[in-house]
């Protein structure tokens, strides 16, 4: 039995064989016939030295042999899929898939995104609103927007903005509860989306910041940071607001953040994208907006004092 690869066109028909468990099936898959796709299948067999398939009376089955191969040849040639994608992308200039959180999209990129599109007509932008861990090369992606403390050191990595937390509301609300003690009374809007943090956002931590005791009672809880932030623009009540999120309307006067103390998340949104990537023209110019996006309002955002807190 030899260690030397067999043809791939031979693997392939294997392959879609082994996914089908028809050759009639797989033959239509790849297009060629059902004689073609059965010539292939022999001559691996032939080349390893065993049958792969056992032929019953009106479909195949794996043999022990044929198991142990099937799954590795799926894998593989995902794999070469995604590195072919991969490669085509590198002359991919006019073409750019980003994925970032719901929340980031809906309230950060999607008011901005004109001023890009202005900018840059010959770029095609694709979104991909998720927060599910994407493989670059497998799902077509060239950026990713990321919110945590740490990212992959494989990736090209541009920390953005770091991400505080602060009580935010109409300004209706606002003169009704004008310090920290009033907001104890106040309809307190829950966002659960910054849970997973070492450093705890939650109401209670900042009450007990300000040197004050819990509030009397909590409102409605959002597991989703874009719908809590909607929430207390439509008067609902007051959220904890992540920087990101509420700094447009902060600074356009929807809403406001009248008690001037923020809670350190300890964690930031992050540029990410393949190594050797970060200088293709489309990529490029999306890091440079979103950096120029990001400084209109820093004047705004980095005027806010800071508690610095450490992980417990």
């Known amino acids: ?3 030397r690869l067999p043809p791939l066109t031979a693997l392939r028909a294997f392959e879609a064989a082994a996914r089908h468990l028809s050759f009639a099936s797989a033959a239509a898959e790849l297009n060629v016939t059902p004689a073609a796709l059965s ?7 032939a080349h390893f030295g065993a049958p792969l398939f056992r032929r019953l009376n009106r479909a ?10 099937a799954p590795g ?7 070469l899929a995604a590195a072919w994608r991969a490669a085509q992308r590198t002359q991919d200039h006019q073409s750019l898939t980003v994925t970032a959180g719901p929340a980031f999209t809906a309230k950060w990129l999607a008011p901005r995104l004109y001023d890009f599109a202005q900018a840059h007509p010959e770029v095609e932008l694709r979104f991909s609103a998720s ?15 990321r ?4 990212v992959d050191p494989d990736l090209y ?12 509301m109409t300004p209706e609300l606002a003169a009704r509860y004008p310090t920290p003690a009033s907001l104890r009374a106040a309809p307190l809007i829950v966002d659960d989306s910054m849970g997973f943090l070492d450093l705890p956002t939650d109401w ?3 009450f007990a910041a300000m040197g004050l005791a819990p509030p009397v009672a909590l409102g409605p809880r959002f597991s989703q940071a874009d719908h809590a932030t909607d929430a207390a623009l439509a008067g609902v009540g007051v959220v904890m607001g992540r920087r990101a999120l509420v700094i447009k309307d902060l600074v356009e006067g929807r809403l406001v953040a009248p008690y001037n103390a923020a809670l350190d998340t300890g964690a930031r949104f992050w540029f990410l994208c393949p190594n050797s990537a970060q200088d293709r023209p489309q990529i490029a110019a999306f890091r440079e907006w979103i950096l120029h996006e990001i400084g209109k309002t820093s004047d705004v955002a980095d005027s806010m004092p800071i508690i610095s807190r450490q992980p417990a």
Do not use: C, H, Y
């Not at 195949?60 to 191969?69: D, Q, R, S």
């Open 73 to 79: 040849t799926t894998d593989g040639f995902q794999t």
């Open 39 to 45: 010539f292939q299948i022999k001559s691996l067999e």
């Open 147 to 150: 919110f945590g403390s740490s």
């Open 131 to 145: 927060l599910r861990k994407m493989d670059f090369a497998r799902d077509n992606i060239d950026v990713a927007i």
């Open 1 to 3: 039995m030899s260690d």
């Open 157 to 168: 990595a541009l920390p953005l903005a770091d991400e505080w937390v602060t009580p935010v």
């Open 60 to 69: 195949v089955a794996l043999t022990e042999a044929g198991i142990a191969l």
């Open 204 to 206: 209670n931590t900042w």
